[in-house]
């Protein structure tokens, strides 16, 4: 029996996938590390924010430093 495939919304897929373009962004796994990194300063200093938020951030910062 196969399990069920889980559906992903267009914000978790690549922008090339959703637009067809051929755009340089950084690496999932790159992002994923930095927002960890966010994440484990922001819990050390107590300070408000979300996930969701280190993960913006964390994208952000990428971004800026590929351009």
């Known amino acids: 029996m196969s399990s069920p495939r889980l559906a992903i919304s267009d914000e978790h897929v690549p922008l090339e996938e959703q637009t067809g373009a ?15 990194q966010l994440w484990e ?6 300070t408000n924010g979300s996930a969701e938020q ?5 994208e952000r910062q990428l971004q800026d430093s590929w351009q």
Not at 41 to 46: A, V
Not at 54 to 58: L, M
Request: net charge negative; glycine share 0%.
């Open 54 to 58: 280190d993960w913006i951030e964390a």
């Open 41 to 46: 300063c922001r819990m050390r200093n107590d």
């Open 22 to 36: 051929n755009v340089s962004l950084p690496a999932y796994d790159d992002i994923a590390q930095l927002a960890y």
